[in-house]
């Protein structure tokens, strides 16, 4: 089972989409990046990932942990 599991990820801001259908599968133990160029939406990623932002649509695990709504200061991922 991958440790973060990004499936169909989408984020839009009004009529601008930051992120369209991402997909990623990062397993344990692997030393994983995020490359792209100025705009292609890392930030908003980590954002997702983070829970600084919310994805319009797609989900975000963290092992068995749904990310996707969860608040960057009241969510606790470790322990």
Known sequence: MPYLNISDVTLS???LKALS???MKI???LITSIIG???????SMLNCIS??????LGDIFYGE????NASPTR?????
């Open 13 to 15: 801001f009004g009529g």
């Open 21 to 23: 259908n991402v997909n």
């Open 27 to 29: 397993e344990e133990g």
């Open 37 to 43: 160029p100025n705009g292609a939406g890392k930030t």
């Open 51 to 56: 829970g600084f932002y919310h994805p319009t």
């Open 65 to 68: 942990k749904k990310l996707t």
């Open 75 to 79: 969510f606790q991922i470790w322990g």
